[in-house]
């Protein structure tokens, strides 16, 4: 789980940087904004999407964890549990917004 939190916080932070960088095109080209904007509706970036709602979900349940275990000793001899707990949830959260996301990339829902 150390390596997991890991990966998704730097997948985040790239992500916050390249929207800091793609919101900022609408001051020196609107133009460019919009294009920069009409490349993200397709597929491809849809799945990218769903790999940054995975990457936040996990890291935001783990995150969670860390501060449990942090806090309290129940949790520190309880990481396994809590371990599965975290991808329990996140399984959770992932076929909620899964199947409506993709059925929108796809064109399934108006």
């Known amino acids: 789980m150390w390596v997991v939190h890991r990966v998704t916080g730097v997948a ?6 390249v929207h800091v960088i793609d919101t900022s095109l609408v001051r020196v080209s609107p133009e460019a904004y919009n294009e920069v904007i009409g490349s993200y509706k397709t597929p ?3 799945l ?3 790999g940054l709602v995975a990457a936040i ?3 935001a349940f783990n995150g969670l964890r860390v501060i449990a ?7 520190l001899r309880h990481q396994r549990m809590l371990v599965w707990i975290v991808w329990a949830l ?3 959260g992932m076929a909620g917004f899964l ?3 993709l059925m929108h990339v796809f064109g399934g829902a108006a």
């Open 90 to 92: 996140f399984a959770v």
């Open 48 to 50: 990218v999407e769903a």
């Open 12 to 17: 985040i932070f790239f992500f916050l940087v």
């Open 99 to 101: 199947p409506r996301h």
């Open 57 to 59: 979900l996990l890291h």
């Open 44 to 46: 491809l970036y849809g």
């Open 69 to 75: 275990v942090d806090r309290w000793t129940w949790a």
